[in-house]
């Protein structure tokens, strides 16, 4: 499964941004998609996920109540609609993709996703 983040770029705090995550060839529609970012000099974290089945969407903190992880039914695209951007929010981002077993689950842990894309930069700044 190749991946790739996009939709990354420049933006003034208090500004919006929408990532897209889509595979190459194919739908995610049998993946739990978690997007993660890494700003320079620290370690990469989570940032949200939504699960195989499509019900569950989690978000770290940080994330809660600015950020939307969103998707058709079949996962053509797994978008991060990103509001109310902070300088902290800067970091490159990538989508990640999971075979978990249970289709409710949703990992946190970098280390436990299978298919990472490229990432996209995204920097908050004025």
């Known amino acids: 499964v190749q991946l790739q983040a996009s939709g990354g770029g420049l933006v003034q705090p208090g500004g919006s941004l929408r990532l897209s995550c889509t595979a190459s060839?194919?739908?995610?529609?049998?993946?739990?998609v978690g997007w993660f970012r890494q700003a320079p000099g620290k370690e990469r974290e989570f940032v949200g996920g939504?699960?195989?089945?499509?019900?569950?969407?989690v978000y770290a903190d940080s994330a809660k109540g600015r950020f939307t992880i969103s998707s058709d039914n079949v996962k053509t695209t797994v978008d991060l609609q990103m509001n109310s951007l902070q300088v902290e929010d800067t970091a490159i981002y990538y989508c990640a993709a999971d075979l978990p077993r249970a289709s409710d689950y949703i990992s946190r842990i970098p280390g436990q996703y299978d298919y990472w894309g490229h990432g996209t930069l995204v920097t908050v700044s004025s």
């Open positions: 939504i699960s195989r089945n499509g019900e569950v969407k």
């Open positions: 060839g194919r739908t995610l529609v049998s993946h739990a």
